[in-house]
């Protein structure tokens, strides 16, 4: 029956993506063994060329790992979740930690795919290490991945991290980051114009997604490029509830040497995070924009989800960044916007809602000033907000 | 920008420098129609303190933060002494965005002990509840605004008054015609000066049009035009070169008592002294033109005395200063009635009191001449008071004996009075019999005596003053001065007795 099943769900999803190549099906929900996740892994790693990983139709339940699953190291090969029980657009199928520091998924070769996953307990969860193109989830709703009661969601890191694509993923009640990139991570997109193509990252213990050029054993590289399009940061997903993160929302930064730089991060709903909604932070942080985001209110801008420090943060030398257009920072605990300190210079705060609802008719002020220049930066911008 | 806890927009410290604030809606809905103010008390829409220079704030509306308590809060405010070098222009503060209704703050740009900053141009600052501008700092440019009026200077909006400067070395206008603020429409003063303490002064107001639209029609501002008010000390409304003036009409009609063009006094302490007012074109106000204050006891630029217009025809006026006044410049005028709407140009003095102007020009028969008088008396350089009034009479009005032996024209002339009596000889000639008053009056103005009223016959008619008053008392030595009122006009002669 098993085997029938399979074949079913093979017939009905065509490997549309042409990433069949090899398919493995995971019968069992043990850790290691014949027909397990774990030597699924391996096979397609020993299998040159593109692989799919499918799930029995009728599995559903938790894999509990007691080390790392292998990595995946072979370019092309696909995980594909939500075949298992594929009437159920939920994940149904469970990755879980058996220990401490452990990893969830761990990727390095190019174009693979995970989708369809609940990853639980992991010191992080996905992890994309050097890899490109992969993609974190899928365009459709059964393909999102959940990630949660993880120290962090979801990490991209180290040279030629690039180019990979994190669609719908769920990613919340994780301790420390929902989404992180490291040096390296490079014209990366997370998030997107679909329907289920945006993440959630909320009510996690760091930042929602955390944009980190911190220098590192790696060498001087950068986090460039991104696209963060279309996500929800601290709120539920309908985006009428709050759930924040701890810290910042979407948190931008560069303390050293390396750049954090001409970033795209727009469309966004954040909200209801216990710091910052948006920080730009350090002097290797420029050329990125912040666009269209709606920072401190519900989905509709119409009720207060206030970030607990400002709407967006930009200090310690962050310049040449764009703030806006068509942004709404309202309902923030602080300022809407503040740009703190010499070297913050030629920001553009431009084409804003700042302190009202969306329609731009009604009361939703930010706690203290609107936009807030301070401690010598200098030609910096506010154009056309209201 | 609106609706927020803290400013609209603040800029603060030392070095934060060379931003740009432009196009936002402060304080209002996206519309620009509906007051969502920011801020509490003592907050505003945008506010540059602690040391912000270099930065422009541009093209904005700043409206709606109207409280008046516990501290007034404003439009925009610079603040400090570091804060220098900021420039506001065209930004409509305390209207909507039409500039067709008031949603006013309670000041509208408010300057407190920062420097070097400008207003200008281009600025709309009306419709707010207290000052368009208060100037509580120094050097600062107030140039090419509308203050009180829509965009189009055309419908009041009135501040409390216009712009009140409690700081020194501030330009309000400038040497160009395009500098000039339009400051009209408010419900107190066009632009008042108060409260300064570290003499002097020096504000520079030039080039303004105070007291009506842009297009010409009146629109005065309430209380008046403008005022050089307590401790304010050597400032220039216009000039004396006839390069500045400044247009100052219709003002001072909610005063009860008819408020002045301009006034300078205030303080019972020899304080608003030195100011020089030249060049300008005042008219039509309620009150003086100029108003020196003369009931205080310190009388605002210590009641230099105002000149006399002794003559005035279409081809020439003639008249006579103080003689305590030296380095004296005399300005001549023309206007409906006893202001100065037209500067005509400046004086040449005959002797070291007397002077006389050759219109370029012709004044209009029974329009009036009038007089100011510019020099170095008491303490400081300053201006008098516009001078009595005297009307225009056609060129050539001086008597000649014609063909007929009759004169060709009036004249008024005065022998000189007996050394001893005091008896005078006053001729009136006429070419017509004419009805003529003739009274004599002290320099105050008191009315001595009624020399004659009636009829004089054509020809030369000698009329004898035996040096007393209408009492039959002798009157003292001194100058006095004699007015022949008639069919053609008023003409006034001095008359000095020396016993």
């Given at each position: 029956m098993r085997r029938s099943g399979v074949f079913l769900v093979l017939l009905a999803l065509g490997c549309p993506d042409g990433a069949c190549g090899d398919t493995f099906v995971v019968t069992s929900l043990a850790d290691a063994g014949l027909s397990t996740l774990r030597a699924h892994i391996t096979a397609a790693n020993d299998s040159a060329g593109p692989d799919t990983i499918l799930f029995a139709n009728t599995l559903s339940g938790t894999i509990t790992l007691t080390s790392d699953l292998p990595t995946l190291s072979d370019n092309g090969t696909h995980i594909w979740?939500?075949?298992?029980?594929?009437?159920?657009?939920?994940?149904?199928i469970e990755i879980a930690a058996g220990g401490p520091g452990m990893t969830g998924m761990l990727l390095m070769g190019a174009q693979c795919m995970v989708r369809g996953l609940e990853f639980t307990g992991f010191d992080t969860a996905i992890s994309i290490l050097g890899g490109q193109s992969n993609t974190i989830g899928g365009a459709v709703q059964a393909h999102q991945n959940i990630i949660t009661g993880n120290g962090t969601g979801i990490l991209l890191y180290a040279v030629d991290c690039e180019a990979n694509i994190l669609y719908n993923n769920l990613v919340h009640g994780n301790t420390g980051d929902g989404i992180h990139l490291r040096v390296g991570a490079v014209g990366n997109i997370v998030g997107g114009s679909c329907a289920f193509c945006r993440n959630l990252s909320s009510n996690n213990g760091g930042h929602g997604i955390h944009l980190d050029a911190t220098p590192d054993p790696v060498g001087t590289i950068h986090v460039s490029r991104n696209w963060i399009h279309r996500n929800i940061v601290g709120m539920t997903l309908d985006g009428l509830t709050g759930w924040g993160n701890g810290l910042t929302g979407i948190h931008l930064q560069a303390p050293g040497s390396s750049t954090c730089d001409s970033n795209q991060v727009f469309s966004n709903l954040v909200s209801?995070?216990?710091?910052?909604?948006i920080a730009l932070i350090g002097?290797?942080?420029?050329g990125n924009a912040v666009a269209d985001c709606k920072i401190g209110t519900d989905r509709p801008g119409a009720a207060a989800f206030g970030n607990g420090f400002d709407g967006v943060h930009l200090r310690n030398g962050a310049h040449d960044n764009v703030i806006g257009p068509g942004s709404l920072v309202s309902a923030n605990q602080r300022n809407g916007v503040r740009v703190d300190g010499a070297g913050c210079d030629r920001n553009l705060v431009v084409e804003s809602t700042i302190g009202l609802d969306l329609t731009g008719t009604y009361d939703l002020g930010n706690g203290s000033s609107g936009v807030y220049f301070l401690n010598g930066c200098s030609e910096d911008t506010v154009r056309n907000a209201w | 920008m609106s609706a927020n806890g803290g400013d609209g927009i603040l800029l603060q410290d030392l070095g934060t420098d060379h931003h740009v604030v432009e196009l936002n809606r402060v304080g209002t809905d996206a519309t620009g129609r509906v007051d969502l103010d920011n801020g509490a008390a003592g907050e505003g829409g945008i506010f540059l303190d602690d040391g912000p220079q270099y930065c422009v704030v541009d093209g904005n509306l700043v409206a709606g933060h109207a409280d008046a308590v516990p501290s007034g809060r404003y439009g925009i405010r610079l603040r400090n002494d570091n804060t220098m070098y900021n420039r506001l222009s065209n930004n409509v503060v305390g209207l909507d965005v039409d500039t067709a209704a008031s949603l006013p703050n309670h000041y509208g740009v408010y300057f407190e002990n920062c420097v070097f900053d400008t207003v200008g141009p281009g600025n709309v600052i009306s419709g707010n509840t207290s000052y368009g501008i208060l100037l509580a700092g120094s050097s600062h440019f107030v140039f090419g605004n509308r203050i009180g009026t829509d965009s189009a200077g055309l419908v009041a909006f009135g501040n409390q008054s216009g712009i009140y400067i409690e700081g020194a070395y501030c330009m309000i206008g400038g040497p160009a015609i395009t500098d000039g603020n339009l400051v009209s429409g408010n419900d107190e003063w066009g632009i008042e000066m108060h409260n300064w303490t570290s003499f002097p002064s020096d504000i520079l107001v030039q080039n303004n049009v105070v007291g009506e639209t842009a297009a010409g029609g009146a629109m005065g501002n309430g209380s008046g035009g403008i005022w050089i008010g307590q401790d304010f000390q050597f400032n220039e409304i216009g000039d004396l070169s006839g390069a500045t003036g400044n247009r100052i009409a219709n003002n001072g009609y909610t005063s009860p008592s008819g408020g002045p063009g301009i006034l300078v006094g205030e303080d019972d302490w020899p304080c608003e002294l030195g100011n020089i007012i030249g060049s300008n074109s005042i008219t039509a106000n309620a009150g003086k033109g100029i108003e020196l204050s003369l009931a205080l006891a310190y009388p605002g630029n210590e009641a230099i005395p105002a000149p006399y217009v002794t003559s005035a025809t279409t081809a020439a006026a003639q008249g006579t200063i103080d003689a305590a006044i030296t380095a004296a410049v005399v300005q001549v005028f023309v206007d409906p009635a006893d202001e100065g709407a037209e500067y005509m140009g400046n004086a040449s003095f005959t002797s070291a009191t007397d002077w006389e102007f050759v219109f370029t020009t012709p004044p209009v028969v029974g329009q009036y001449v009038t007089a100011t008088v510019t020099g170095t008396f008491g303490t400081a350089d300053q201006t008098s008071e516009f001078s009595t009034a005297v009307v225009v009479s056609p060129a050539g009005t001086d008597v000649a004996e014609g063909a007929t032996g009759r004169p060709e024209r009036l004249e008024l002339t005065v022998e000189a009075p007996g050394s001893s009596s005091g008896e005078t000889t006053i001729r009136f000639s006429t070419p017509v019999p004419m009805h003529v008053r003739l009274h004599l009056y002290d320099v105050t103005g008191r009315l001595v005596c009624r020399l004659r009223e009636g009829v004089l016959p054509a020809g030369t008619t000698d009329i004898q003053w035996d040096g007393r008053d209408a009492a039959g008392h002798t009157v003292a030595s001194g100058v006095y001065l004699l007015e022949a009122v008639h069919a053609e006009g008023r003409q006034v002669r001095k008359l000095t007795l020396v016993r």
């Open positions: 979740g939500e075949t298992a029980v594929p009437d159920d657009p939920m994940p149904d209801d995070n216990g710091g910052h909604g002097q290797n942080v420029f | -």
